[in-house]
């Protein structure tokens, strides 16, 4: 029996510590590695999940992504709710706050992206024969069709804002929601609309291609936490895996933000530059000239949750009355951030 033993550790050891798990790793053993499936969008403001999966953080945690590549946010918040994947990328949407106060569980858990002075993330542009023509800003788009991907959309609340603060409504223009980016990029270039709220990498590059130009930033406007990361019930019920996953992630942030905020190293910042250009599949010039904001700790803007929940109550988008702190999460990166 002894050898028996002796034999089967020999066995283990040669397999490595993953190999006599008696657990399903895949549900989140805290001696494996554990599969994570990853839903986001092909964003610049997706940089530091990028940087964890090419540098290999996510995989020094015992993560082993398996990324969902979707075209809006609205999909990816019902696929993260739903438990359909483990965590969610992605703008902070209508659709996601009534499904929380209709009893759906979901977590908001770190920044993904906020508009901040400075920094292009979120923007309104104009078509360039529109600008030509005096739609300089903002209150010029009044009697103008304005391009959005969806109703409820984190650009449906960027554009309703930005018209309040300059005493008009959306009753001032004509919305015009198309679905997806690509949609509404190739809608400006043909006409078909004469503004529309883009992120990037898209703002640089409808203005490298020269059929859009820059009317405002959202952050010359307003503060806001345009996008985060999110995580499933189920997920979040996986502590361990949970906050390893933020480990990694708040390791992505920080590299991030000394290279593209900080700007201390020209390699890191070319580094970190032609990472995101892979991922989303932009040229480097295009993705370099537009970098975003990200938290160095990637930390919420909590504050801001509210903020949006009311307006978007207000303005009819939701049903029924929620609290942020029903849904913000901070728990799991305060954890991860002790070790």
Request: with cysteine.
């Amino acid at each position: 029996m002894k050898k028996i033993i002796s034999l089967l550790l020999l066995v283990c050891l040669a397999a490595g510590v993953g190999g006599c798990s008696s657990g399903n790793d895949s549900a989140g053993s805290a001696k494996g590695a554990v599969k994570v499936s990853l839903a986001m969008l092909r964003l610049t403001s997706s940089a530091p999940l990028f940087i964890a999966m090419d540098k290999g953080y996510f995989a020094a945690e015992g993560i082993e992504i398996e990324p969902q590549w979707f075209d809006a946010a609205q999909p990816i918040a019902v696929a993260t709710a739903s438990s359909q994947v483990n965590v969610g990328a992605t703008g902070i949407t209508a659709g996601l706050y009534n499904m929380a106060a209709k009893g759906q569980k979901l977590f908001i858990v770190a920044d993904k992206g906020r508009e901040e002075k400075g920094f292009s993330s979120s923007a309104l542009l104009a078509s360039t024969a529109e600008y030509e023509g005096g739609l300089k800003n903002i209150e010029a788009l009044k009697g103008k069709r304005v391009g959005i991907t969806q109703k409820g959309s984190t650009f449906h609340y960027m554009l309703g804002r930005m018209l309040e603060a300059k005493g008009l409504s959306l009753d001032d223009i004509t919305l015009v929601p198309l679905g997806k980016l690509s949609a509404v990029m190739a809608a400006l270039q043909s006409g078909q609309i004469d503004a529309c709220i883009l992120n990037e990498p898209n703002i640089s590059k409808v203005q490298m291609e020269g059929y859009g130009k820059l009317v405002t930033q959202v952050s010359e406007i307003m503060p806001y936490q345009t996008s985060a990361i999110f995580y499933s019930p189920e997920f979040a019920n996986n502590e361990d895996a949970a906050v390893r996953f933020m480990r990694a992630y708040n390791k992505a942030c920080r590299y991030y933000y000394e290279a593209a905020i900080e700007k201390k190293d020209p390699a890191r910042l070319d580094e970190v530059v032609k990472i995101i250009a892979k991922y989303v599949n932009t040229p480097e010039e295009d993705i370099k000239a537009g970098l975003p904001y990200i938290d160095p700790d990637g930390k919420l803007l909590a504050s801001d949750i509210q903020t949006q929940i009311d307006w978007y109550a207000a303005h009819g988008m939701m049903e029924g009355a929620l609290d942020a702190k029903t849904i913000v999460n901070t728990h799991f990166l305060e954890e991860a951030m002790k070790k």
